[in-house]
């Protein structure tokens, strides 16, 4: 049986993201739980703020066409994001926003539908972004996703993660691993 294939990324372009951290301890937990992580950074598929105007005269952007190829390729999606104000952060909403465009240059279509996806916030703050969890939820719900069982929030991300990468606390590393083995096994 082939490997469950898992693209991981997090929803913050910030060299020092707390969400890129997070995003690189989850590939390693979908490693471990025996899937195929593939970490993208979405700073290296720069898009313009969705237009439809842009969208009629130029079509979709060449970045966004990779990344749904890239989707399309994977069994499933592992995102961390930040929590801005409560909300989806505008990174994450523009790219889904592009993404659920259709091409008339060809390429995968609906390329969200029965996506499986697993969903974990980082913040410094000592909620750890839990508000956005069922917002980013809805959203992804909404274009065809298929959310796995609960969720991993870190709070005071800033010192929760050790010099191997991982989460410095056992109970929340284990809630990452087992949020990663259920994505792997839904997926695979
Ligand atoms: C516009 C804005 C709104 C924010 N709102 C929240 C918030 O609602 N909850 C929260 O925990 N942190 C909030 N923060 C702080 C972010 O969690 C923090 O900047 C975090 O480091 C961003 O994620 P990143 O490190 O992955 O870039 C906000 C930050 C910004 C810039």
């Known amino acids: 049986m ?18 890129k951290k997070l995003a690189s301890a989850g590939a390693a937990a979908v490693r471990r739980a025996g899937g195929d992580a ?21 079509g979709l952007p060449e970045n966004i066409l990779i990344l749904k190829r890239m989707i399309a390729e994977h069994d499933g ?20 926003s592009w993404v659920s465009r259709k091409s008339d240059k060809g390429g995968p279509e609906d390329v969200l539908k029965s996506k499986h996806v697993a969903i974990m916030a980082a ?19 909404e274009l065809g996703c298929v959310p796995v069982q609960g969720f991993v929030t870190v709070p005071a991300a800033g010192s929760a993660f050790s010099a191997d990468g991982d989460l410095a606390d056992d109970t929340a590393q284990k809630g990452l691993d ?4 259920r994505l792997v096994a839904a997926a695979g």
Do not use: Q, W
């Open 2 to 19: 082939s490997k469950a294939k898992i693209l991981v990324f997090a929803g913050s372009a910030r060299e020092a993201s707390l969400n």
């Open 38 to 58: 593939a970490l993208i950074d979405l700073n290296d598929y720069p898009a313009p703020i969705y237009h439809g105007d842009d969208e009629a005269e130029h």
């Open 77 to 96: 999606l592992m995102i961390a994001t930040p929590e801005y104000n409560g909300f989806v952060p505008p990174l994450l909403v523009n790219t889904f």
């Open 123 to 141: 913040s410094p703050g000592r909620l750890g972004g839990v508000r956005v969890i069922p917002r980013l939820r809805d959203c992804l719900c």
């Open 178 to 181: 087992s949020l990663a083995a």
